[in-house]
Every structure is written in structure tokens, then in C-alpha cells.
């Protein structure tokens, strides 16, 4: 196995892989140059088996097939070539089909099928179904992982989306580009989910790290869906965006669930956003209890300020949100997320459910109420007051001391935020006296001390 092999171990594994690829890619080239087309995909189907080896960990994994794609780029210019000078590309499609071994057939079949259609001799959206759904064959979480980022590597510039030569004359819609990327990120997505469960419970915490280390593989699809010509805000919200969520919440697993919201929230633009905030909110209630919901809260707020200061900037905004037709009040639909993850997720006060962690939250959601909402106190007093009520009765309990030193530091710093913004308009702020309140005399001195000059 992987694990028990050294770094040392690795590096050799790696250096007799590449030795036999390049061996396998010099007989493959040569054959190339003398047109001859059975030897030539024998090697390169000899080359690629070197992709079905177990002996290797992902990251040395990664480097291997980043040195077989090299290769493959020759392959494609081969097969475009044969094409162009009038090999029918259904019958190379149907050729290489004859290679016995799932794996190196399919990463064939998906380098002919990028060249079949670029011919155009059929339509776009045939072939991408096709190689989608034969990609099933490979089940080994790392091998299939790897096979499908090759095939969203390959059709990234082959999609049928608005305005591509590829969409023209029954070539195919962005619905079915939207297909197609959906569902090879999800299969891509329950590959990697299943690397979690690959080995004893022993080898837990070094799985989680090869799985961050491959993350990307996954994320890639979500890049290719929002750099999509007519994935538009409309597309985005009734076709994109609930079938994404469905796959993250489904997944039920929290190393994907984390990343791929994260993810979500930096790939696709802040008024697509704005648009379904509250869809993104809702699914954040049905997340394992492991996800630092907060971290994709606070991710999501600052996009939406972001994007709010960038209009700003540009002399487009005049109030937030000042571009959308907005059913419902950002703000207000954030501050009701968090009211309930705080009363889902915290209801006593333990070590599991961290009063530092409430206050973390109101103090994001008074932020962004600070940043896009310039001079509405009443969102700022508002933030403030739920944060003292939550004190109050946390002081209310009998069984409960004096506050602990990281409370008392999330006291401050969320007493700091108005004082710095606002100065002496803080004291209009009716719950703020009340929130400095719940410190004892240092403390207030050093939240006092935070003040800017006059």
C-alpha cells in the first residue's frame, strides 16, 4: 500500500514509472511518424497503463499523469491529422475502443473524442453523453478522479455553450453544456467523497490530507460552469446552482461540503448571488455538524461587500443592493441564518457550542451590515443587542462564572468594529452601552483604548 511505503520509496516508484512512459511514448511517437496507426496506439495504450498503478500515493499520482497528459498532447495532434486528411473520426472513435483495458480505452476514447468533436462530422453534445457516461467504468476513487479532471480538461473549449461553433447546426444548447458538467462533477465529486473510506481507521487523518490535496480536481468543474457563455443569472439560479447544492447536501460529507460552498462563493459572480442568497443560506442548515459554517458565511459576506465597494467604486452603487431587483433584504436574510444556526447549533453553552463562536458570527453579519449599509445604525444596534441578550442569559444561568478570555477577547473586538467605523456616533447606538456592559473594567478600558482619534 501507498501509505506504508516512504518518501524515499515514492520517488522511485515515480522515477520507474516515468522511465517505462517515456519508453512507451518513444515507440508511440515513431509509429506516429511512420502513420502507422495500430502500433501507435498500442503503445500509447502500453503508456497509459502505467495509470493503473496502486503502489503510488495521489501526489505521486498527480506528477505521473501530468507527464502522460504531456505525451497525450502528441497523440491528439496525431489523431487531428488523420482526421484532416480524411480518416472518418468515427472510426478512430470506434477503434481505439478495442483496447482491453478499461482504463487506457477511456483515456482514448476521450482523446479521440476531443478531436471528433472538433470535425464536427457529429454533434457536440452525442459525444460529450457518451464519454461522461463510459467514464463510469472507472470506480477506483483515485483513477477515476484523475480520468475525469482529462475529460473536463479536454471539452473545456469543446462545450456547445451560447455563441460557440460548437452549439451550430444541432451541435448542441448550454443546457446540455450544463449537463454534461454537471454530472461529471458529481461523479467526480462521489469519487473523491469515497477516498474517505479507502483504508483502516488508522489511516484517517492522512486520507483527509490527500484528499485536500486533490480537491481541485473536483473544483475544477465548478470553474468550467461559471466561465460557461449563457450561463446567465437566470440559468444559474433554476438550473445550476439547486442541482449543486442537492450534490453538496446529498454527499453528506464534510471535508466536500465545505470546500465545494466555498468554492461556489468565489467562482460565480456577487450579483448571481445576491440573486439566490437565500437557496445558498437554506442549504447551509443541512450541513454536517463538522463544517465551520461560519467561515462560508463570512466567505459569502465578503464577496457580496466586495462586489458592493468594486459598484461603489465605479459610481454604480447607491445603496446596497443597488443593481438587483431584490425580493428580500440581504441583510435581513443573513441575519435570520444566523439567528437560526445560532439557536440549531448552540443552545447551551459548552465547550461544543462556544459562546465565542455566537459572538463570531454576529460580529461578521455586523460588518457587513457596517460595509453595505453605511449610516443604517438601526443594523448595526440590532447585531448589537442579540449579542447582549445572548450574554445576559448566559449570565442569567446559575451554574455559569465570569466569562472566559476568548469570550472576553470576541467582547472586544465586536465592540471595536462599530467604535472604529462609527466614533462618537457609537453612543447613539442604543446597545452599545448595554453590550460594554457585560465587560469588567479592563476590559471596557481596552475597547475604549481602540477608539481613533478625534
Known amino acids: 500500500m501507498a501509505s506504508q511505503v516512504a518518501v524515499a520509496d515514492q520517488n522511485q516508484l515515480l522515477a520507474a ?104 462530422q457529429a454533434p457536440a453534445k452525442d459525444i460529450l453523453k457518451d464519454l461522461v457516461e463510459m467514464s463510469k467504468g472507472v470506480q477506483n476513487p483515485t483513477r477515476g478522479l484523475f480520468l475525469r479532471h482529462y475529460l473536463s480538461h479536454v471539452s473545456r473549449d469543446k462545450l456547445p455553450g451560447v455563441g460557440s461553433e460548437y ?56 470553474v468550467r460552469l461559471s466561465q460557461l457563455e449563457g450561463v ?38 456577487d450579483e448571481y448571488h445576491l440573486e439566490t442568497l437565500g437557496s445558498f443560506l437554506g442549504c447551509l442548515g443541512q450541513l454536517k455538524e463538522k463544517v465551520q459554517v461560519r467561515l462560508l458565511l463570512e466567505a459569502m459576506m465578503e464577496r457580496l461587500a466586495k462586489g458592493y465597494a468594486d459598484d461603489t467604486q465605479d459610481g454604480k452603487a447607491a445603496s446596497f443592493p443597488s443593481h438587483l431587483d431584490c425580493d428580500l433584504d440581504p441583510f435581513e436574510l443573513l441575519e435570520a441564518c444566523v439567528d437560526k444556526l445560532i439557536s440549531d447549533r448552540f443552545t447551551c453553552w459548552s465547550p461544543s457550542s462556544s459562546m465565542a463562536e455566537v459572538l463570531r458570527l454576529r460580529k461578521s453579519l455586523l460588518a457587513f451590515g457596517l460595509k453595505c449599509y453605511p449610516g443604517q445604525l438601526d443594523k448595526v444596534n440590532a447585531c448589537l443587542g442579540k449579542a447582549s441578550q445572548t450574554l445576559a442569559a448566559r449570565d442569567a444561568a446559575p451554574e455559569d462564572g465570569a466569562l472566559d478570555e476568548e469570550t472576553l477577547s470576541e467582547v472586544e473586538s465586536l465592540l471595536s468594529i462599530p467604535l472604529k467605523s462609527l466614533a462618537l456616533d457609537v453612543l447613539s447606538l442604543t446597545d452599545f452601552d448595554a453590550m460594554l456592559a457585560h465587560l469588567p473594567w479592563p476590559s471596557r478600558k481596552q475597547v475604549h483604548a481602540r477608539a481613533p482619534p478625534l
Open 17 to 120: 514509472a516515468t522511465k517505462k512512459v517515456k519508453e512507451h511514448a518513444f515507440y508511440m511517437k515513431r509509429a506516429m511518424d511512420q502513420s502507422e496507426l495500430k502500433p501507435a496506439l498500442k503503445s500509447a495504450a502500453d503508456m497509459l497503463h502505467e495509470l493503473r498503478r496502486s503502489d503510488l500515493s495521489p501526489k505521486t499520482y498527480y506528477e505521473l499523469y501530468m507527464k502522460v497528459l504531456d505525451e497525450l498532447r502528441y497523440l491528439e495532434e496525431f489523431f487531428h491529422g488523420l482526421v484532416t486528411s480524411g480518416t472518418p473520426a468515427a472510426e478512430l472513435y470506434e477503434r481505439v475502443q478495442g483496447c482491453d483495458k478499461v482504463l487506457p480505452r477511456m483515456y482514448l476514447l476521450i482523446t479521440v473524442g476531443g478531436v471528433y468533436i472538433t470535425s464536427k
Open 167 to 222: 452549439a451550430l447546426q444541432g451541435g448542441g444548447s448550454v443546457d446540455d453544456a450544463v449537463d454534461f458538467v454537471i454530472q461529471n462533477f458529481s461523479e467526480t465529486n462521489w469519487l473523491w467523497v469515497r477516498m474517505q473510506s479507502q483504508g483502516g481507521k488508522e489511516d484517517k487523518k492522512r486520507r483527509e490530507k490527500e484528499r485536500q490535496d486533490l480537491r481541485i480536481l473536483v473544483g475544477t468543474n465548478l
Open 232 to 269: 446567465d443569472r437566470h440559468v444559474y439560479k433554476e438550473s445550476v446552482l439547486p442541482r449543486i447544492l442537492e450534490q453538496v447536501v446529498n454527499c453528506k460529507d464534510s471535508i466536500a461540503q465545505s470546500y465545494l460552498l466555498d468554492c461556489l462563493v468565489h467562482v460565480f459572480p
